[in-house]
């Protein structure tokens, strides 16, 4: 019975997450783009001046609302807790190379799910390589990859993620000269401050109530043939196709899709970056900032990340746009696909042989009782 | 009875669960411990002990903060 019950929650979380995504476009957010981790903390990247790619420079207050909303829930059902130091500089760039491929891409898994259900084919190509990547990443997992165990920490350790994501809301509502927002492109195109604020809030309580993972969803059924957190991800995606439909924002094709471009083995591989990343980080982009919420240090240092990958590929022009994915993205697909296998052997290796010789980093012995 | 204590506190998932299933099939134990400090990791070996059709017994152990799971076949 109670199985039940978190199930239904968890559905109703993604058919909430899947209907304000498309009330996010029609309140003026880009289409296809009402919700995007990547997208988004690419914006903020470039609100903080990180990257001067004009058109992508936006504080997105939806951003803020998932973490605070997520704090917001893990404090009143007691589950914040001040936790970290589980390979935290090691997450950071894990974040950096998952923001990376998404830029490749463009877009976050969640993104993939709403180009998916708008209608864009290229989401199409990009989906199974989404799961390629992470079913690359479940064969470390079953080999033993391991970070290592998360302690808990001092409390500033916790407080530092979400109060980082307050500054930013003061800055997003005071609006001082220095920070930037684009007048044309994608970052120009939002819904009122207010409206992304609180739809925020909203989708961060649910998601951190719910658990809801773009990429938990697909790796625990390669892993365990487990259905549970897909139903949340399945449920968003009929809602937004629903909506899109019923909007007349569903447009079927290739050509012409907003915000996207049409080269399906730069889209495959972007896209199998971001699952590979999240297996390695423990959780899609979305996940990383509800984490972060929760006061988990380790989340937070991955979302730091993924905000310098994108003023990374932004400054040294690797990001796709609308026109393709420039030659020195393509080599930075390469790249990037080479850093996360040796992450992952060179973890996995470390990991498997600190279990053996039970070592107390945190890998844990198995210990027979009685 | 062979019996089996695992310690995943501070392990993200899906490593606890990862384990506990490694426990559950390989080890040939009749009863599997888990000791979990989170309630993400609770929910999800739980969940993977009940699908694999043992039973759980959850308890909250105040002294050392963690909830200490036991799976029985």
């Given at each position: 019975m109670e199985k039940m019950k978190e199930r239904t929650f968890l559905i109703i979380a993604g058919i909430i997450a899947g209907l304000v995504s498309v009330l996010l476009v029609l309140q003026g957010n880009p289409a296809n783009m009402g919700f995007c981790?990547?997208?988004?903390?690419?914006?903020?990247?470039?609100?903080?001046?990180?990257?001067?790619?004009?058109?992508?420079?936006?504080?997105?207050?939806?951003?803020?609302?998932?973490?605070?909303?997520?704090?917001?829930?893990?404090?009143?059902?007691?589950?914040?807790?001040?936790?970290?130091?589980?390979?935290?500089?090691?997450?950071?760039?894990?974040?950096?190379?998952?923001?990376?491929?998404?830029?490749?891409?463009l877009g976050c898994p969640w993104r993939m799910l709403l180009r998916l259900a708008g209608g864009?084919?290229?989401?199409?190509?990009?989906?199974?390589?989404?799961?390629?990547?992470?079913?690359?990443?479940?064969?470390?997992?079953?080999?033993?990859y391991s970070l290592g165990v998360a302690?808990?920490?001092?409390?500033?350790?916790?407080?530092?993620?979400?109060?980082?994501?307050?500054?930013?809301?003061?800055?997003?509502?005071?609006?001082?000269a220095?920070?930037?927002?684009?007048?044309?492109?994608?970052?120009?195109?939002?819904?009122?401050?207010?409206?992304?604020?609180?739809?925020?809030l909203l989708v961060g309580v649910l998601a951190q109530r719910a658990r809801l993972c773009t990429m938990g969803a697909f790796r625990d059924i390669i892993l365990f043939k487990d259905f549970y957190l897909f139903a949340g991800i399945a449920a968003l995606f009929l809602m937004a196709t629903a909506g899109?439909?019923?909007?007349?924002?569903?447009?079927?094709g290739f050509a012409g899709q907003p915000v996207a471009h049409t080269q399906a083995i730069w889209n495959f591989l972007g896209m199998g970056i971001v699952g590979f990343a999240a297996v390695l980080a423990g959780g899609c982009p979305l996940r990383q900032l509800i984490l972060t919420g929760e006061g988990n240090s380790d989340a937070a240092a991955t979302?730091?990340?993924?905000?310098?990958?994108?003023?990374?590929?932004?400054?040294?022009?690797l990001a796709a746009?609308?026109?393709?994915?420039?030659?020195?993205?393509?080599?930075?697909v390469a790249i990037v696909w080479a850093l996360l296998l040796i992450i992952a052997f060179t973890a996995t290796r470390s990991a498997v042989k600190n279990v053996r010789s039970g070592f107390k980093t945190g890998h844990k012995k198995e210990t027979p009782m009685a | 009875m062979k019996s089996l204590l695992i310690d995943c506190c501070g392990l993200s998932c899906p490593e606890p669960v990862l384990r506990a299933r490694k426990a559950m099939l390989e080890s040939g134990a009749k009863e599997v411990k888990v000791k979990v400090n989170t309630t993400v990791a609770r929910d999800n070996v739980s969940r993977a002990a009940v699908s694999l059709g043992w039973k759980v017994n959850v308890e909250f152990v105040e002294e050392d903060d963690c909830y200490l799971l036991t799976l029985v076949k």
């Amino acid at each position: 019975m109670e199985k039940m019950k978190e199930r239904t929650f968890l559905i109703i979380a993604g058919i909430i997450a899947g209907l304000v995504s498309v009330l996010l476009v029609l309140q003026g957010n880009p289409a296809n783009m009402g919700f995007c981790i990547a997208c988004f903390l690419r914006d903020v990247a470039g609100g903080l001046g990180l990257h001067r790619a004009a058109v992508v420079q936006y504080i997105r207050p939806e951003i803020i609302g998932l973490v605070l909303g997520s704090f917001a829930g893990a404090f009143y059902f007691r589950e914040y807790r001040s936790t970290g130091g589980s390979s935290t500089v090691l997450r950071f760039f894990l974040g950096a190379l998952m923001m990376m491929g998404a830029l490749i891409f463009l877009g976050c898994p969640w993104r993939m799910l709403l180009r998916l259900a708008g209608g864009d084919l290229n989401a199409l190509v990009a989906f199974p390589g989404y799961i390629f990547g992470i079913w690359v990443g479940t064969l470390f997992l079953k080999k033993g990859y391991s970070l290592g165990v998360a302690v808990q920490q001092p409390a500033p350790n916790g407080a530092a993620g979400p109060f980082f994501f307050v500054v930013l809301l003061v800055l997003v509502i005071a609006a001082p000269a220095f920070i930037f927002f684009s007048t044309e492109g994608p970052a120009s195109m939002r819904a009122p401050l207010a409206f992304s604020l609180i739809t925020g809030l909203l989708v961060g309580v649910l998601a951190q109530r719910a658990r809801l993972c773009t990429m938990g969803a697909f790796r625990d059924i390669i892993l365990f043939k487990d259905f549970y957190l897909f139903a949340g991800i399945a449920a968003l995606f009929l809602m937004a196709t629903a909506g899109n439909l019923v909007t007349g924002n569903f447009n079927l094709g290739f050509a012409g899709q907003p915000v996207a471009h049409t080269q399906a083995i730069w889209n495959f591989l972007g896209m199998g970056i971001v699952g590979f990343a999240a297996v390695l980080a423990g959780g899609c982009p979305l996940r990383q900032l509800i984490l972060t919420g929760e006061g988990n240090s380790d989340a937070a240092a991955t979302t730091l990340g993924m905000i310098m990958g994108a003023a990374f590929m932004h400054n040294f022009g690797l990001a796709a746009s609308g026109q393709g994915v420039p030659a020195a993205g393509q080599v930075t697909v390469a790249i990037v696909w080479a850093l996360l296998l040796i992450i992952a052997f060179t973890a996995t290796r470390s990991a498997v042989k600190n279990v053996r010789s039970g070592f107390k980093t945190g890998h844990k012995k198995e210990t027979p009782m009685a | 009875m062979k019996s089996l204590l695992i310690d995943c506190c501070g392990l993200s998932c899906p490593e606890p669960v990862l384990r506990a299933r490694k426990a559950m099939l390989e080890s040939g134990a009749k009863e599997v411990k888990v000791k979990v400090n989170t309630t993400v990791a609770r929910d999800n070996v739980s969940r993977a002990a009940v699908s694999l059709g043992w039973k759980v017994n959850v308890e909250f152990v105040e002294e050392d903060d963690c909830y200490l799971l036991t799976l029985v076949k």
